[in-house]
């Protein structure tokens, strides 16, 4: 019997996931990384493809239960349309985002921002 996988697509390292997140995941499968790259915005549309193409063979390779992909925009957006096509299914966590602010003493303004893991919603 084949092992399950989830694949993470991103740069936030699965290690640094809440448990409800980590928990959420494994549902799929053995969760592994798979750092995001990084996109020269000098890149055109084939470039975009091309990039996409490999890191999908590289996913594809691992035959996935699913795959939570995020990053830049576009390229994610190639890899998601890549990977549907294929039949994989294809996450991205959804979050709740809390920020705070705070006035420092010299008047300069600093920002929190926290984002709680809710679940994975199906591109």
């Given at each position: 019997?084949?092992?399950?996988?989830?694949?993470?697509?991103?740069?936030?390292?699965?290690?640094?996931?809440?448990r409800e997140?980590?928990?959420?995941?494994e549902i799929?499968?053995?969760?592994?990384?798979?750092?995001?790259?990084?996109?020269?915005?000098?890149?055109?549309?084939?470039?975009?493809?091309?990039?996409?193409?490999?890191?999908?063979?590289?996913?594809?390779?691992?035959?996935?239960?699913?795959?939570?992909?995020?990053?830049?925009?576009?390229?994610?957006?190639?890899?998601?349309?890549?990977?549907?096509?294929?039949?994989?299914?294809?996450?991205?966590?959804?979050?709740?985002?809390?920020?705070?602010e705070f006035?420092?003493?010299?008047?300069?303004?600093?920002?929190?921002?926290?984002?709680?893991?809710?679940?994975?919603?199906?591109?």
């Amino acid at each position: 019997m084949e092992e399950r996988r989830f694949i993470n697509c991103s740069n936030h390292p699965s290690a640094n996931w809440c448990r409800e997140q980590r928990e959420s995941a494994e549902i799929y499968g053995k969760i592994e990384d798979f750092p995001f790259p990084d996109v020269d915005p000098g890149w055109d549309s084939t470039q975009i493809r091309v990039c996409a193409e490999k890191i999908c063979r590289e996913i594809l390779e691992n035959k996935p239960n699913a795959v939570m992909c995020q990053g830049e925009f576009t390229l994610t957006y190639a890899i998601v349309e890549q990977l549907k096509r294929k039949n994989v299914k294809v996450l991205a966590a959804s979050s709740q985002r809390i920020a705070e602010e705070f006035i420092n003493e010299d008047g300069s303004i600093e920002k929190r921002t926290i984002f709680r893991f809710v679940k994975f919603r199906e591109y």
